[in-house]
């Protein structure tokens, strides 16, 4: 029985992603570009699932069904590109590759049209969350090619974030890079915030003089009101977190979106 859908890339973004593909029930074909990754992978997080190794693009092309689905976990840029020139070649028309990094969105307008000219479905999504959105349900934002959008609809809503009432964080933003730009959106959205959170943690440590312990029942109380946010329940856990008998003394907020690199 051939793959659902492939995956190229086993970061900690990509392999998490593929084990929730495994759990909701997808085979899933797991690609490396350094080969070795791929059998410690097998051997490691994905032993005893049902996920397919590949050890060359051929090989991961050839365990797929059609119309095949190959997921680009991979660094934004040159290398998205590297990856679907070599790519190309090896599919058929109606294929479809999609780029699950932080792309520039004008680079997704442009994969877009470049491969609709060759018969190859595109799609660029954002996906947020981390490594653990990724492994339990992250937000996921595709744009591209909207014919391509019926095959992968299925595989994107199941292993994506549920709203309390059940409905997938993922649905189709738009055409071209679509997906993209409203991932930088987000992005930005996200580090304004941070920022916000930041500077009142500033204040109140060297301008009121609060103690760890008052800011972290601060941002706890803050999290039971219209802040609730992921943003602020971490950070009310860092600041109530002790190390070796010492409080912390400094603030760290994750810039979890990196990790899709």
């Known amino acids: 029985m051939k793959g659902d859908i492939g995956v190229i890339g086993l970061a900690v973004m990509g392999?998490?992603?593929i084990l929730n593909m495994n759990d909701n029930g997808f085979k899933?074909?797991?690609y490396n570009r350094t080969t070795s990754k791929v059998?410690?992978?097998l051997n490691g997080a994905a032993k005893n699932t049902n996920i397919i190794g590949a050890y060359s693009l051929q090989d991961l092309v050839n365990k797929?069904?059609?119309p095949r689905k190959i997921m680009m976990m991979v660094r934004a840029g040159s290398v998205v590109d590297d990856f679907i020139e070599q790519l190309v070649p090896l599919l058929d028309q109606g294929d479809i590759i999609i780029d699950g990094g932080n792309?520039?969105?004008p680079d997704?307008?442009?994969r877009t049209h470049e491969l609709a000219a060759k018969g190859i479905r595109f799609i660029g999504a954002g996906v947020s969350g981390g490594e653990e959105g990724a492994r339990h349900g992250p937000s996921i934002m595709p744009g591209g090619d909207e014919a391509a959008w019926p095959a992968v609809k299925p595989i994107f809503q199941a292993i994506s974030a549920k709203t309390p009432q059940g409905e997938p964080c993922c649905d189709w933003v738009g055409r071209d890079g679509a997906g993209h730009f409203v991932k930088m959106v987000h992005n930005g959205i996200e580090y304004g915030d941070m920022q916000l959170i930041c500077e009142a943690y500033q204040f109140m440590k060297d301008?009121?003089?609060l103690s760890y312990d008052e800011m972290h029942q601060i941002f706890n109380e803050w999290n039971k009101t219209e802040l609730d946010s992921y943003l602020v329940e971490i950070t009310a856990a860092i600041l109530g977190y002790r190390d070796e008998g010492k409080r912390i003394k400094w603030l760290i907020l994750p810039l979890h979106?990196?990790?899709t690199d």
């Open 257 to 259: 979106e990196s990790e």
């Open 108 to 110: 997704s307008t442009r």
């Open 207 to 209: 301008g009121l003089g």
């Open 64 to 66: 797929l069904e059609k």
């Open 103 to 105: 792309a520039n969105y």
């Open 15 to 17: 392999q998490n992603l």
């Open 39 to 41: 059998d410690d992978f």
């Open 28 to 30: 899933v074909v797991a």
